[in-house]
Every structure is written in C-alpha cells, then in structure tokens.
C-alpha cells in the first residue's frame, strides 16, 4: 500500500554516516560531498608522534611535513623534550601540530616552557667519591696550552662510568693521557676519560648511562691517581669544552 508521502524508505544501514555521496557535476566531473550527519572523526589525522630509536627533530619533522621544520617542532615540544633538543629518547610522545602539554604542566596556566616537576638526568658523575683538583681551563707548568678538562682525585682501581649513554669510538692508549677512552652521544659532543690504569670497553662498543668502563689509575702524564674527564666537540684533542657546564646541563649536580 502507498504511502500518503510516496514510498518508504529503506532504512539506512550502520555506518553509511561515514560514507561519501557524489554527485555528477555539470561538467560530468564527480564531486564528494560529505552525507548529512555525517560524524567529522574519519577525517582526523594523527597529531602526535612516538618517538623511536635512531630519531632526530630533523628527520621527523621532514617526514611528517612539520610547519616550519625541527625548529617550530621543538620549540611546540620544548616542555616535553627539555633544554637540549638533541636529547630526545625513544618513548617521546611529540606534538606535530601545537604546543605540547609537558610532564608536571598545565598548559593553560603554566608559563611558556616552565615545569613543575625537574626532567630526569641525562648523565651521571663520571667517578663517585671523588676530591675535584684541577679545573677547566686551569694554568700552571703542567698544561702548555692551559687545563682541557675537569680532574678528579680518586684512588687507583676506583669504577670509572660511561657519563651517558653512546659509542666508543677510541679506547687505548695515549702517550700523554696514557689509557683513555672516548665516547660519542647522541648530543653530538665526546666525553673523554684519561690516565686510566685499565679500560675495559672496546671500540665501537655501545655503552649506557653510567655503565662500567675503565678503572682510574695513574698513566701518562700525572703527579697522582686521579681521573682526568673532557667533553669535547670532536673526538680529537683540542676542542674541549667545560665539562661541568656539560654535566649541569644534563641534570648532574657537582
């Protein structure tokens, strides 16, 4: 029987709300319209992103077409990732589109990059018990060109560590360092550990933050046991900077 308005309608089946009409345009080209009612949530994109091993700012902002590159990514991430935008880790949940809203914030009433909880640390003292002696860019008749690197007075044998998590890229032996090791991270610097009485990491071996790699000792050029620690900028001799500024900067305390 007919109905007084034309002929019932089948009934819409689940799910046709996420579906697209077309209609033919005069050209005979097709035009997707969204259905009336239809929900907006198919549309959405994915708006964060997990960070994984081997990542940089650099190489996730081009990869998922960040406004602005790593620098616009960074500074949205900044209360997430902290001071250092190299130091990112595996785990990071990133914002690819705003401001992220960083562990111990609020973001509607927190200042820009401001934290109420402390970030963990990034590194750790490369010798525990230790008496500071020489100091960075210390003088006196036992450095030529002035003292590269901080030192620290310890008893031979004491367990040297890893100041953060990285390569080795030099392990062995040195005339006037004697035994040293060198370790690149993920940050870009080298950290440097001199006058060691045994290593016992090799090259190209993956070390973790605070990880077992020498015994300090009194090799090479010295006056006593002690261990004599550099960040530098190159794995080579020469273009060190202040380790203690480093160490700060990784959330050590000295």
Known sequence: ???????HRAARRPGSARKLATRASAAGATLALPVIGASAAFAAEDTTYTVASGDTLSVIAA???????????????????????NL?????ELSLDGPADGPGTNADNASYGTATAAPDPTAVMPVDGSTPTAGYEA??????????????????GTTVKAAAKGTVVEAGWDDSFGYQIVIRHGDGDYTHYAHLSQTDVSEGAAVGMGDRIAQ??????????????EVRTTPD????????TWLANHGVTT
């Open 216 to 229: 300090s000792g009194a090799t090479g050029n010295v006056t006593g046991p002690h261990l004599h620690f």
């Open 139 to 156: 003088s006196g008749a036992n450095w030529q060109n002035g003292h590269t690197g901080q030192d620290w007075s310890v008893p031979v």
């Open 63 to 85: 990869e998922q077409d960040v406004d602005g590159g790593w620098k616009t990514l960074y500074e949205n991430n900044r209360s997430v990732i902290g001071e250092d935008p």
């Open 237 to 244: 001799y020469g273009s060190a900077k202040n380790p203690l």
């Open 1 to 7: 029987m007919s109905s007084p308005h034309g002929r």
């Open 88 to 92: 990112i880790s595996p785990g990071m």
